[in-house]
Every structure is written in C-alpha cells, then in structure tokens.
C-alpha cells in the first residue's frame, strides 16, 4: 500500500494565510504573489526548479515577519500589522519613501515615530530571514528555497543587511522580489505607481533586466488572476510536485508550533508545550492511536491565528478594552480559516479553532456548548489553559503546576471545562519533570543554555546580566559563543534554536 502523502504546496499556501494576516493584508495576497512569480519565472523562460523556488520563495516570503514584532512595539505604538502593511514596499535608501513610512506611523494612536524608538532594522532583517529560513527546512523544502528566504532583504547593489549582490542572489529570490513588490504596491498604491517605482528601482533593490520585462509586460504578468485562487495555485506548481509524508506531518506541525509563538517572547515554546500536555492528557483518557495524533497536531498548531492580532494586544500588561478583546476572540477563528482550505488539514484546523471553547458556552469564538465539542477540543482546551497558566504573561507571573491545577479545578467546578479532560490534563501537568540533560545540542554548556533561554525570551543582555549576576560583557560573550555554536547571528535566530530544541520547556 502506498504511504498517504499531502501536497506541500497545500499546507505553504495555508501558512502565506497567516502571513496575509500578520501583515495586514487581504487573505490570498501571498498566493497572488506566488501566481505572478510563477508567471514572470515562466515568462523568463526558467528551468523548471527555478520555477518551483519562485513559487515557493513568494508564498512563504512573510513567515518569518512576526519576528520583529516585539521591537516594534513602541515604535509603532503596538500596532505592528499597520506597521508592516506599508513598510514591506518601502525602500530604506529612499529618503522620499522612509519619510513618508514615518508620517503615516505618525497617524497610529500611541506610536513614537521617532528614529531613536526604531529598532535595528539589521538585526529585524536578518532576524526575519533567519527564521523564514530555518521554517522552509522544517516543513522540508529544499536548499533552494532555503537560501532564497535567507537572502530575501538583500538588493541588486549590494547594500542589504548582509552586502549581497547581483548575481550572487539566486535568479528565483530576484523574480520572486520583484513580483512580491509588484502585488503588494499596486494593492496599496495602484498598479501605475507601481510600474513607476519598480523602473526607478531596477539597478537598486531589484535586478534592473527583470525589472524591465515586468513593467514591459506588466499587463500579461500581472492582469486577469484567477479568481479561484487556491486552485490555481495548487496547479500552478511546477512538477515534480513537493508530498509532506504521513510520518512529516509532526514535524510540520510543530514547526507551525513555533512559527505561532514568535508573536511574542513570553509565548515562546507555548504551543509545542500545549501539543505535549494534551497528547499526554489524551493517553490517561485512553484515547485511541488516530485520535492521539489529531489532538497532538491541532495542540501543536491551535495559535497559529495569533498572527492576525496585533502584538500590543498580547504584551498589553494592563485590562484589555473591549475592542481589544474583540482581537483576541478572533484568533482562533484565524486558527481554523488558516488551515480551513487545505483538505488535508481542514479538520485539524476546525479542532485547533475550539481551544477557547467552553463546555459551558462561555467560551469563544463560538460560544460553543458541551454538546458540539468532541473530547479532543476539550482536552486541548485544558492543555491551553493548564500550560499558559504554568507560563509568564505581561499581566502577572507564572504559576507553579500545583496552583494551575487548582485553577483548573475551579473551572471544572463551575462548568467550564469538562471533568474528566481537566483531571487527565492535571495529572498530565504532574509528570512534567524538569528536564535533565548532560548532554545540550551544538555542545552547549549549562551556562550557555541558560543565557539562550533568556535571550529567547527576549531579555536584553542587561536584564540577562542581572539575572545571572554576572556583567554584560560577560553576557556579550556567552551570547558570542552561543550564536557561533548554534550558528545564528539573531535573537530570532536563537529563539528558534530554543523552541526547536525544547530548550524554553523544563
Ligand atoms: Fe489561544
Ligand atoms: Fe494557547
């Protein structure tokens, strides 16, 4: 019998949905994106896998956006969706375009735009492509595409981030660039601006021959899309087709996992923490083989729409207002329209959507009753509630497991959550021992792992320094060491390493 294979371009295509959202942008931007580039690509008479690294540079290009989010927070006055809408068009070497950036931040309630309140664009940059990069390995594309997120900030003239240029940019990430830029200008500015900033930006940002053929044939390359989108974009893929194997849906899913939680430094390791408690909770109830499977894969990826709400929502240490709860209460819808359209993952999707589910229609977004909520949304709807209660949060400290099984017997008691699902999560939340390890992935030593996990969890090298009472030099250099041996040069990069490696769960 042949192994059940899931189209990849299926489960991409449902993540560039939560890059829609993450970056403010019409759901299916990203599958447009990747339309044009295939078309443009094809246009340029391409081989075959330069075609299928377009496509796939195109819809995963925002993935990694949500990294920066957190240094935006001041800058752009917590609303870093409204931030990133504009700012992905803009070219940092324009005077005109980054003064226009700041005048519109201007206009967002509570920003601070004031280039002293911006953050390292660098660090953001690389930080961003590091994570895209490392996400297209785990969901098993290849070097191709790896590489490509891994160059996506860099220019035609060399003066990106990390001085790339020309021809040393894969063909694939220059063609994906320029329609990537084509879509998402002429959506904010009309397609006549669009032309207009792409010819005065052929030689700078853009390769200047490619440039050239798409506002040459801008009319072919970037008219009549389809309007069946999804499908267009599942039979736009060159062949040989890309297959996720039964036994890669785990890793995919928890790569998702991570992708989720880089919304913000105290929802680091949340989601894959959730995934294990609720597989475990699964296990003492009894459930069956399949069943275990579902619950672990929709744990894993039920945050995924915490994309679509801005990051000042989540690092709001104060009482949320009421349209700010409006935010939250959408998220995991996001969750289950993300994953709604791959027929493949659809299911998954409509059980990660119930996690804030109560058994007494107390929940949301549904406000869904006992009746319509199969055992696995109940279990991971406990799981979410027992492991963000073991975490920190900006409105108070972490509990210790004891006390989060209090909690959840309370809410047991008053209806919420269903008995039996929340006894099986306690006793779950119980077996979770510190982790002991003599042995730390890329030889890290205790100390190292230590000032990782705080570094992952967003603490500057002072906050690092004071917990660990030692000086920022010293800091400086554990932070040196542990970038070189994990091989990053971010803190996006080394968050990713922390989540990947269960570094943040202990
Ligand atoms: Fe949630
Ligand atoms: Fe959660």
Not at 257 to 271: E, I, K, Q, Y
Request: aromatic fraction near 6%; proline fraction near 5%.
């Amino acid at each position: 019998m042949r192994e059940p294979r899931i189209r990849l371009a299926e489960l991409i295509a449902s993540l560039s949905f939560a890059a829609d959202l993450g970056m403010g942008y019409p759901m299916e931007q990203m599958l447009r994106a990747s339309l044009v580039a295939t078309r443009l690509a094809q246009h340029l008479r391409l081989p075959n896998e330069v075609v299928s690294d377009a496509y796939y540079i195109a819809l995963l290009r925002h993935v990694g956006c949500t990294f920066g989010s957190w240094f935006l927070n001041v800058f752009a006055g917590g609303d870093d969706i409204a931030f990133r809408r504009r700012a992905a068009v803009v070219d940092h070497l324009d005077h005109a375009d980054v003064g226009a950036l700041f005048a519109y931040v201007g206009t967002l309630p509570g920003a601070k735009p004031d280039p002293t309140a911006l953050p390292d664009l660098g660090e953001i940059w690389v930080g961003e492509c590091e994570m895209g990069m490392s996400l297209a390995a785990r969901l098993g594309l290849g070097s191709g595409v790896q590489r490509g997120m891994q160059l996506l900030w860099e220019r035609w003239d060399g003066k990106g981030p990390r001085g790339n240029s020309g021809d040393d940019l894969p063909v694939s990430l220059r063609v994906a660039r320029v329609a990537l830029f084509a879509v998402e200008s002429s959506a904010l500015v009309g397609v006549d601006a669009t032309l207009a900033a792409l010819k005065r930006r052929a030689g700078g940002w853009f390769d200047p021959g490619i440039a050239d053929t798409f506002v040459r044939e801008a009319d072919t390359l970037l008219g009549e899309l389809p309007a069946a989108t999804w499908d267009a974009v599942q039979d736009a893929e060159p062949q040989p087709w890309l297959w996720l194997l039964e036994q890669d849906v785990d890793r995919a899913a928890r790569a998702i996992a991570d992708m989720a939680d880089l919304r913000a430094p105290f929802l680091h390791g949340h989601s894959a923490g959730v995934g294990a408690l609720a597989e475990r909770a699964a296990r003492h109830l009894g459930l069956s083989d399949g069943e275990l499977a579902r619950i672990r894969r929709a744990a894993n990826m039920h945050d995924i729409g915490r994309h679509g709400v801005p990051t000042g929502v989540w690092e709001k240490p104060d009482r949320l207002s009421d349209s700010e709860w409006e935010h939250v209460r959408l998220h995991p819808y996001y969750t289950e329209r993300i994953l709604a359209r791959s027929p493949a993952f659809a299911a998954l999707g409509a059980l990660a959507g119930m996690h804030h589910e109560r058994c007494d229609g107390s929940g949301y977004y549904r406000r869904a009753t006992a009746g319509t909520l199969p055992m696995g949304a109940r279990v991971i709807a406990a799981a979410d509630a027992f492991q963000a209660m073991t975490e920190e949060r900006p409105h108070r400290p972490a509990r210790t497991p004891t006390d989060a099984a209090h909690e959840l017997a309370k809410d047991m008691r008053a209806g919420h959550l269903d008995p039996d699902a929340g006894a099986a999560v306690c006793e779950a939340g119980g077996e979770v021992a510190p982790l002991i390890r003599r042995d730390w992935p890329a030889g890290l030593s205790d100390r190292e792992v230590e000032v990782l996990r705080l570094v992952a969890r967003g603490r500057s090298k002072r906050e690092v320094a004071d917990a660990l009472t030692v000086s920022v030099n010293t800091v400086d250099t554990h932070v040196r060491h542990v970038y070189e041996k994990i091989g990053v040069s971010t803190r996006a990069g080394a968050a990713i390493f922390a989540m990947e490696h269960d570094l943040l769960r202990t």
